[in-house]
């Protein structure tokens, strides 16, 4: 499944294109803070590369970012507020949040995770690992692991459609990402994520549970990333 958990098929009404789309501004916005030319800032870049393949028209990336870097009156604040917990079944959860109401955002969590366990600061992150990961498509004959050693990639997996997953330190995703750039990779995403150190396997009845667990959680509009120890 993969450090990073996304629901399967969401792009598929309306409504979850829009739940998508306040997730990606809500990104844009906060990488806009350190600057709103996209060249200069990775962060900023990454996050408007995901909203041009998720067809945001320009009008709105262009808003986002100008809203974000305080170009624009109304000035909005994001905060990011991380939770832990368990899904159904004992299966570690974090919860990377974007809001600008941590009371609101703190009672819609403790709502969703009724069917789990909400947990102390502390209580899963032990069992995960706090990397960088950069995914990128290959050039013609490019060979991932001899990419991954002159980048400075410290490990790699098989990524979807072709790509792969480089893992880095969180200092070195900046350095690894234009490294892979170099070399004519095409980067589609660089971020801090959190990585599982032992995903539980499960199966059957038990899994669709903790999948609808996790939808529920992924439908609220202040839940930014989740990151799951499922094999």
């Known amino acids: 499944m993969g450090a990073q958990w996304k629901q399967k098929g969401r792009e598929a009404s309306a409504n979850a294109k829009g739940r998508i789309f306040t997730k990606l501004a809500k990104e844009i916005m906060v990488a806009a803070r350190n600057g709103a030319d996209p060249a200069m800032n990775p962060r900023l870049r990454m ?32 905060e990011v507020v991380t939770y832990e917990g368990f899904a159904p079944h004992q299966v570690p959860v974090i919860v990377e949040c974007l809001t600008d109401n941590r009371n609101r955002t703190s009672s819609n ?20 690992s706090r990397l960088g990961q950069v995914e990128a ?24 459609d072709g790509a792969t997953r480089f893992f880095t330190e969180p200092s070195d995703l900046d350095a690894v ?24 396997t499960i199966d059957g009845a038990q899994r669709a549970e903790v999948e609808a667990f996790l939808e529920a959680l992924d439908e609220d509009d202040d839940v930014q990333n989740i990151y799951v120890g499922l094999a």
């Open 177 to 200: 990402s234009k490294a892979l750039a170099d070399r004519k990779w095409h980067v589609t995403s660089a971020q801090l994520i959190w990585k599982p150190k032992t995903p539980v």
């Open 47 to 78: 996050a408007v590369e995901a909203a041009k393949k998720a067809s945001m028209t320009k009008e709105t990336l262009e808003r986002a970012i100008k809203k974000g870097a305080g170009l624009l009156d109304e000035a909005v604040q994001y």
């Open 137 to 160: 498509t290959p050039p013609t004959g490019a060979d991932p692991e001899e990419a991954a050693i002159e980048s400075g990639a410290q490990d790699l997996e098989a990524g979807e």
């Open 109 to 128: 969590v403790r709502v969703l995770f009724r069917k789990g366990q909400l947990g102390a600061t502390g209580s899963v992150s032990w069992d995960f």
